[in-house]
C-alpha cells in the first residue's frame, strides 16, 4: 500500500506556471511509476505523464508535450509536475497515480493500482 498527497493547486491566468508535488508514504517510493492524470467537470479521467520506475523515462499527453515536465526525487518520495503555459483546457483536478502499469495500460487510469485525493487547478482566460 501506498498512499499519496497531491499539493500545489490553485487558479493561475492563461500563460502562467503551476507546480504540481505529490508526496508518497511509502519507503519504497522508488519502485513505483509515477503519473499524472486530470479530470474536468463532466469529462473522462485523462493521461497527463508518467515517469517510470527504472529508468526515469517519461511519457506525456499529446496535449500537454513541450509544456509539462514530471520528474521525481526518489530521496523524498516525491513525484512533481511543472506546468508551464497553461491554458484554460487544463482547467481539472490532477490526481497523482502510483502503479506498475505495463505496456499500453499506462495510458489509462484502470492501469494504475494507487491515486491520490486530487488537486484542483483552474487556469483563467
Known amino acids: 500500500q501506498v498512499q499519496l498527497v497531491e499539493s500545489g493547486g490553485g487558479l493561475v491566468q492563461a500563460g502562467g506556471s503551476l507546480r504540481l508535488s505529490c508526496a508518497a508514504s511509502?519507503?519504497?517510493?522508488?519502485?513505483?511509476?509515477m503519473g499524472w492524470f486530470r479530470q474536468a467537470p463532466g469529462k473522462d479521467r485523462e493521461f497527463v505523464a508518467a515517469?517510470?520506475?527504472?529508468?526515469?523515462?517519461?511519457y506525456y499527453a499529446d496535449s500537454v508535450k513541450g509544456r509539462f515536465t514530471i520528474s521525481r526525487d526518489n530521496a523524498k518520495n516525491t513525484v512533481y509536475l511543472q506546468m508551464n503555459s497553461l491554458k484554460p483546457e487544463d482547467t481539472a483536478d490532477y490526481y497523482c497515480?502510483?502503479?506498475?502499469?505495463?505496456?499500453?495500460?499506462?495510458?489509462?487510469?484502470?492501469?494504475?493500482?494507487?491515486w491520490g485525493q486530487g488537486t484542483q487547478v483552474t487556469v483563467s482566460s
Open positions: 511509502r519507503r519504497a517510493f522508488s519502485i513505483y511509476t
Open positions: 497515480a502510483a502503479g506498475f502499469p505495463d505496456g499500453g495500460r499506462l495510458w489509462y487510469a484502470n492501469g494504475w493500482g494507487y
Open positions: 515517469i517510470s520506475r527504472s529508468d526515469g523515462r517519461t
